[in-house]
């Protein structure tokens, strides 16, 4: 089975801090995704990257930027913490043919 | 995207079939049905997709009316580890973006 990997489950960061969330995957798949969850909004998609070194954004990235140095990696960067950054992040895999894996999520919370 | 429409929460017996409806009249041809679900505290999980005829896995099976205005999932015969949120989601083939409503949260009782 797609194993999407992050990091962290959960993590507690200061105001103004720079955070970084990872992501890897475990099957050579071209295609990666950072979306946020909040109550009530739904799933947002930040960032995405379909290639190494590539990105585009998505619907919210304000705050945040993206790195993709390896196929099998993709980072999530906070540059600057702020309080309402404080969310459910989640790092999607695309899974030619079916749909998407997602890694289990890190819930972040900014104090 | 096509915006889908589902009802905000159901319940259903623990061994009965727990039918979950989504609404997509907007829908247009080449865009595909995709349902996920989200059980608390986790990533969502991928369940099943079509575009036009009708679909089974080990997991569900995915009816889709034939003017593909309506959809219905079906979990043949829930357990207590089905409780959670069913997000039902159209996407065009060649587009990598999801967009994710508010979804279904279906109940499963003993």
């Known amino acids: 089975d797609v194993k999407v990997t992050q990091s962290s489950r959960y993590l507690v960061k200061r105001t103004g801090e720079k955070v970084f969330l990872e992501c890897v995957q475990d099957?050579?798949?071209?295609?990666m995704f950072w979306y946020r969850q909040d109550p009530g909004l739904g799933l947002r998609l930040i960032y995405f990257?379909?290639?190494?070194?590539?990105?585009e954004k998505g619907d919210i990235p304000e705050g945040y930027s993206v790195s993709r140095e390896k196929k099998e990696r993709f980072s999530l960067i906070l540059e600057s913490a702020s309080t309402n950054q404080t969310s459910m992040y989640l790092c999607?895999?695309?899974?030619?043919?079916?749909?998407?894996?997602f890694g289990s999520g890190t819930r972040l919370t900014v104090v | 995207d096509a915006k889908t429409t589902q009802p905000t929460s159901m319940d259903c017996a623990e061994g009965r079939a727990a039918n979950l409806p989504c609404n997509h009249s907007?829908?247009?041809?080449?865009?595909?049905v995709y349902w996920y679900r989200q059980i608390h505290s986790q990533g969502p999980q991928y369940i099943i997709h079509?575009?036009?005829n009708n679909e089974t896995n080990e997991m569900a099976s995915l009816i889709i009316t034939e003017d593909r205005k309506s959809s219905t999932l079906i979990l043949p015969h829930a357990t207590l580890r089905d409780t959670a949120v069913y997000y039902c989601?159209?996407?065009?083939?060649?587009?990598?973006?999801?967009?994710f409503g508010t979804g279904t949260r279906l109940q499963v009782f003993p």
């Open positions: 079509g575009l036009k």
């Open positions: 099957m050579d798949h071209e295609n």
């Open positions: 999607a895999s695309r899974t030619p043919g079916t749909g998407y894996t």
């Open positions: 989601i159209v996407r065009g083939h060649n587009t990598d973006k999801l967009i």
């Open positions: 907007t829908i247009s041809g080449n865009e595909y």
């Open positions: 990257s379909y290639d190494v070194k590539m990105k």
